[in-house]
Nanobody, 118 residues
């Protein structure tokens, strides 16, 4: 069983920065993908950024150049450094872990609220 715990959300002014953290615990396969998804009110959950255990990254176009994903494999922790925040970044951010040929194939954290004021 795997558990994901997020932290670091909060209220910031436009142009400010936040750093989200997600710590995974339990039985975790060495080969996996950890990432961040957002869900704005009334909208579908969508990818923000993801990173494989091998270091390959993927970003949503809207955050390229502003957000940076990183991970510490020894600690099973993934981070999201968010700079130049905009009001449209306001959402609940969820940590995600994907493991191929595992049951279940993915896990979700509880979510952390990010609010950016203008």
């Amino acid at each position: 069983q795997v558990q994901l715990v997020e932290s670091g959300g909060g209220l910031v002014q436009a142009g400010g920065s936040l750093r989200l953290s997600c710590a995974a615990s339990g039985r975790i396969r060495a080969i996996n993908i950890m990432g961040w998804y957002l869900q704005a009110p009334g909208k579908q959950r969508e990818l923000v950024a993801a990173m494989t255990s091998g270091g390959t990254t993927n970003y949503a176009d809207s955050v390229k150049g502003r957000f940076t994903i990183s991970r510490d494999n020894a600690k099973n922790t993934v981070y999201l450094q968010m700079n130049s925040l905009k009001p449209e970044d306001t959402a609940v951010y969820y940590c995600n872990l994907k493991q191929i040929l595992a049951a279940p194939p993915e896990y979700w954290g509880q979510g952390t609220q990010v609010t950016v004021s203008s």
